[in-house]
T-cell receptor, first 116, second 113 residues
């Protein structure tokens, strides 16, 4: 149980294009989903928290117009990187929780984004 | 502000031996969970163990156990009978506000055959 999928696992795009990453909870309802960014050999940095049907809450320093998050249902959240630039290249990980987030977070396998 | 510190960037352990990874934190929350996650080379974050702060008993999951000292805000992970598959980055996660967690900088564990 508690499986989270993420798609795509890897994406390469040209600078200026937009990229959408999907995060799905496969066997539970995810009240809260989180989006993280991880640079090589570094820890996870929380970008935003989203609750189903509500606007996402972004961490300080994260551009909400750059990283659009939609949590349309209890099993799906999407992260869209708009007008991607090479500095957006990173490893993006989502996690999902069946509660308010203080309970266990289950992680997706991550998406490696490379912007050329 | 909530903080979390993993003071050991890297640890090594001989196969079948025991190793302890440390984590200290500061939080203003009164009732919370603490987590250890493992990130192998695949980069998939895997839950290792969870501790509920209001429980005095230390959590145990097979070869993994926790030494939780609430007053000292210390949350160490002990891995017994280490196996080659235990080699990974280990992150502790502590509460930062009502709905989210922050992660430590991680400890890279090497298991020597």
């Amino acid at each position: 149980g508690a499986v989270v999928s993420q798609h795509p696992s890897r994406v390469i795009c040209k600078s200026g294009t937009s990229v959408k990453i999907e995060c799905r909870s496969l066997d539970f309802q995810a009240t809260t989903m989180f989006w993280y960014r991880q640079f090589p050999k570094q820890s996870l940095m929380l970008m935003a928290t989203s609750n189903e049907g509500s606007k996402a809450t972004y961490e300080q320093g994260v551009e909400k117009d750059k990283f659009l998050i939609n949590h349309a249902s209890l099993t799906l959240s999407t992260l869209t990187v708009t007008s991607a630039h090479p500095e957006d290249s990173s490893f993006y990980i989502c996690s999902a929780s069946s509660g308010t987030g203080v309970e266990t977070q289950y992680f997706g396998p991550g998406t490696r984004l490379l912007v050329l | 502000a909530q903080t979390v510190t993993q003071s050991q960037p890297e640890m090594s352990v001989q196969e079948a031996e025991t190793v302890t990874l440390s984590c200290t934190y500061d939080t203003s929350e009164s009732d919370y969970y603490l987590f250890w996650y493992k990130q192998p080379p695949s980069r998939q974050m895997i839950l290792v163990i969870r501790q509920e702060a209001y429980k005095q008993q230390n959590a145990t999951e097979n070869r993994f156990s926790v030494n939780f000292q609430k007053a000292a805000k210390s949350f160490s992970l002990k891995i017994s009978d280490s196996q080659l598959g235990d080699a990974a980055m280990y992150f502790c996660a502590v509460p930062s506000g009502t709905y989210k967690y922050i992660f430590g900088t991680g400890t890279r564990l090497k298991v020597l055959a």
